[in-house]
């Protein structure tokens, strides 16, 4: 139950285009579902976050979408580019509980130019 | 504002040896975290504090694992003796508060082992 399941593993998307990232849980108690993005050598970092109230978050060229019933959450890349190369991990975490994150097990993503 | 610092960057070392890790996390953060994240997989939780406090080390091997955090500030973790499945980067992380108040998780850049 307190799984955070991700696909694909890797994909390679040419600049410009839309790059999709899909995960899915298990506990109905995660209440919090952040998406971090790890570049090689350093530490995840956050990159949007959405909580279950709302269907859809959008930050810029970054957008989540979150389908409760389906206990399914996306991340969304809008034109991508080059520099957005990198691994990807969805997480959720119980905000009622300790808060801790639990990591999906990553999507490496490359841009051809 | 400085970020997470940890060292070392990198530790190679003969399996049955032993290693530890320093972290110190971002200041006024109360909550820390060491993460373990093997080659092509997510971070997985090893061990939470909440101050100086353990909050969560369900999935911390405490056989061969430990960590403190003495007054609540930086945090040492240490293997001994390590396994060859010990090889990963071990992620040091802190935010401001825990549960409702987490926010967001600042990571380091990790600490990279080797086991031989």
């Known amino acids: 139950q307190q799984q955070v399941k991700q696909s694909p593993q890797s994909l390679i998307v040419q600049k410009g285009g839309i790059s999709i990232i899909n995960c899915a849980y298990e506990n109905t108690a995660f209440d919090y579902f952040p998406w971090y993005q790890q570049f090689p050598g350093k530490g995840p970092a956050l990159l949007i976050a959405i909580r279950p109230d709302v269907s859809e978050k959008k930050e810029g060229r970054f957008t989540i979408s979150f389908n409760k019933s389906a206990k399914q959450f996306s991340l969304h890349i809008m034109d991508s580019q080059p520099g957005d190369s990198a691994t990807y991990f969805c997480?959720?975490?119980?905000?009622?509980?300790?808060?801790?994150?639990?990591f999906g097990q990553g999507t490496t993503l490359q841009v051809k130019p | 504002e400085a970020g997470v610092a940890q060292s070392p960057r990198y530790k190679i070392i003969e399996k049955r040896q032993s290693v530890a890790f320093w972290c110190n996390p971002i200041?006024?953060?109360?909550?820390l975290y060491w993460y373990q994240q093997i080659l092509g997989q997510g971070p997985k939780l090893l061990i939470q504090?909440?101050?100086?406090?353990?909050?969560?080390d369900s999935q911390l091997p405490k056989d061969r694992f430990s960590a403190e955090r003495l007054k609540g500030v930086d945090s040492t973790l240490k293997i001994q003796p390590a396994k060859l499945e010990d090889s990963a980067v071990y992620l040091c992380?802190?935010?401001f508060g825990m549960g409702l108040a987490t926010g967001e998780l600042f990571f380091g850049e990790g600490s990279r082992l080797t086991v031989l």
């Open positions: 200041s006024g953060h109360a909550t």
């Open positions: 992380a802190s935010s």
């Open positions: 997480a959720a975490s119980e905000t009622s509980n300790t808060g801790k994150l639990i």
């Open positions: 504090f909440q101050n100086n406090g353990v909050v969560d």
